[in-house]
């Protein structure tokens, strides 16, 4: 608590990792800074995880969500530890919240922050709002294995990803489960595989 108002609750936690205390601190630490551009009723929620397939340099990863005013904020960094991670994932969302600041906006109500923010730090964001089909994309996909289709999945931010599997050549459909695990879906048609066509050696009726 400070002198005339509550400070701005952080939430830190790991993704499959359990989060050295030296760790949570430094993390504490560097999201004070976004205290001055936030109100009471806002928090800071970072994620930290390790990816073992990439490189020293950037298997270190930190996210950081806020919410302000009822607009959700994220933004993403890698690096060769976790402090430089959260360094540089701060700056960002630092500059972030100070453009937002800037800006006309129309305030939420406390109750609805308050809603959505719970959501986000039990990993089950969802809007009660119906929704519709608003866009439609092409894109060509080749072969991967299902390590790099995480990674690519990550590094684009998106909660699924769209593949063909190289182990077995089938569109797979790779996705984040609410626990922060993965998930693959491989369709089937008619409950099963199709088999994969054979070109005829015969002309006319077999």
Do not use: W
């Not at 060769?80 to 540089?88: L, W």
């Not at 439609?136 to 063909?164: C, N, Q, T, W």
């Not at 008619?190 to 006319?204: C, H, L």
Request: proline share 3%; net charge positive.
């Amino acid at each position: 608590m400070r002198a005339g108002r509550s400070a701005v609750r952080t939430i830190v936690r790991g993704k499959n990792l359990e989060v050295p205390d030296r760790v949570r601190d430094y993390a504490t630490r560097k999201l004070s800074r976004l205290e001055r551009l936030l109100d009471d009723r806002s928090d800071a929620i970072l994620e930290l995880s390790n990816e073992a397939h990439r490189s020293a340099s950037d298997a270190h990863i930190a996210d950081v969500t806020l919410v302000i005013d009822g607009t959700t904020l994220k933004s993403k960094a890698v690096g060769g530890s976790y402090q430089a991670a959260i360094d540089q994932v701060v700056d960002k969302v630092e500059r972030q919240a100070r453009d937002h600041k800037e800006k006309p906006r129309v305030r939420s109500r406390p109750v609805e922050e308050k809603v959505l923010l719970r959501r986000i730090a039990d990993g089950t964001a969802d809007s009660a709002r119906e929704r519709r089909i608003v866009k439609s994309k092409r894109f060509a996909i080749e072969p991967m294995f299902e390590e790099d289709a995480v990674a690519a999945m990550e590094d684009l931010g998106h909660d699924f990803y769209v593949f063909v599997n190289a182990e077995n050549e089938r569109v797979a459909v790779l996705y984040r489960r609410r626990d922060g695990d993965y998930g693959v879906i491989e369709p089937m048609v008619g409950g099963e595989y199709a088999p994969r066509s054979k070109p005829s050696s015969k002309n006319g009726r077999g």
